[in-house]
């Protein structure tokens, strides 16, 4: 059931399969160099197992950056199951991925991920201890988008300070791209910061709420990117910062939730010929597994040890910040090369 593959990029690669539930999907360990590789668990429909192996192996070297950017004692690793949430998405199913990370005896610990939600992984939680992202449990985290938008805005005045010479965003006009968890929560800190919001959403219906709550500007989902606005905060999807929109953006600065906003090698070094300021995506969103780490650690006073790790995720973003503009590169490159370090320094 549990198959390992040769990997040389990784630490560990497993095919997981249960011909009884019909469970195919894969676990990736990229490193466990800082703790225990931490990352969620993934279900959504791809082309074949190269193209699944493929996203399982991205993500959990992301989560390997992303969990250092953050400060964590924690590693990178990624699960993901091949096929519908919607339709195959089955307690046996469920249950036998949980067995396959429990045999992996706490090397990997998941969480809720695209296409999973914490009655899935209270399921999960059923055959394994190495989930987080439950509801209900002593040191159970919920959901971590509140945690999350709060790190992207705090990380939003880091860069402020940069661009605008200051970390008020009183008055700052920010479009924001995708309304959902975490672009709701970060419309709210930023309506209370007296910013100037302009918002897309693909669901009509977020948008009307969002406009209802806060009297904010709506803008069609396909302009949002090159709004007249001072801050662009892309929060729905991955690649949105490409070739074809990079020329159009008009904010001095990009700060948002989603993962894996630039689509390729070329575009951080394209946005910093522009002038524009990327805050890189995976230090800006690292409150979300804050928030979770702090239930796969057990930390029993969660609140101000969440609190501690998002200052120091701000101040870490300040110091990325300050070492891109005193090298003249973009800080995306900065952040890499910090993490990877970190990762090069830390003993096995
Ligand atoms: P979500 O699914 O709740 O919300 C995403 C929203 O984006 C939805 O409302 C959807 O309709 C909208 N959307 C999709 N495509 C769009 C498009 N082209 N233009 C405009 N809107 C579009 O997701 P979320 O939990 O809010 O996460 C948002 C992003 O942040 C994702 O990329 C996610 O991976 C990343 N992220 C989330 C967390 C977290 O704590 N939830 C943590 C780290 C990173």
Redesign the pocket.
């Known amino acids: 059931m549990l198959t390992r593959l040769a990997i040389p990029t990784h630490e560990e690669l497993y095919r997981v399969e249960d011909r009884e539930s019909g469970l195919r999907g894969f676990i990736a360990l990229h490193s466990t160099r800082l703790g225990p590789a931490a990352g969620g668990l993934r279900m959504r429909v791809y082309d074949g197992d190269d193209a699944a192996i493929e996203d399982v192996l991205n993500l959990s070297r992301g989560m390997s950056y992303k969990n250092a950017a953050a400060g964590l004692p924690l590693g990178g690793g990624k699960a993901v199951i091949m096929g519908d949430p919607a339709a195959d998405k089955t307690s046996g199913l469920l249950r036998a991925m949980g067995r396959a990370i429990n045999a992996l005896q706490g090397r990997y610990w998941t969480a809720e991920d695209?296409g999973m939600s914490p009655e899935d992984m209270a399921e999960i939680a059923r055959e394994t201890r190495f989930v987080a992202g439950l509801d209900s449990g002593r040191h159970a985290s919920g959901d971590?988008?509140p945690?999350?938008a709060r790190g992207v805005f705090n990380a939003m005045r880091a860069g402020a300070a940069q661009v605008f010479g200051t970390t008020d965003l009183a008055g700052r006009h920010v479009a924001v791209?995708?309304?959902?968890?975490?672009?709701w929560h970060l419309c709210l800190l930023l309506h209370e910061a007296r910013a100037r919001l302009s918002v897309?959403?693909?669901?009509p219906a977020?948008v009307a709420g969002t406009v209802k709550e806060f009297g904010v500007t709506a803008v069609d989902?396909r302009a949002?990117h090159a709004a007249e606005t001072d801050i662009f905060a892309p929060?729905?999807?991955?690649g949105i910062l490409n070739p074809r929109s990079i020329p159009e953006i008009r904010a001095r600065m990009i700060c948002g939730?989603?993962?894996n906003q630039l689509s390729g090698s070329g575009d951080a070094q394209a946005l910093q010929e522009r002038g524009i300021l990327y805050l890189p995506d995976y230090v800006a969103?690292g409150?979300?597994i804050i928030n979770v780490a702090a239930e796969i650690l057990q930390i029993d006073d969660r609140a101000p040890w969440v609190e501690e790790r998002l200052t120091a995720m701000q101040a870490r973003m300040t110091h990325i910040l300050t070492r891109a503009k005193g090298e003249g590169v973009s800080p995306a490159l900065i952040a890499d090369r910090m993490v990877e370090d970190e990762l090069l320094q830390t003993a096995v």
């Open positions: 695209m971590p988008s945690v999350t791209q995708g309304l959902g968890h975490v672009g897309a959403d693909m669901d977020r989902p949002i929060c729905a999807i991955g939730a989603a993962n969103n409150g979300g």
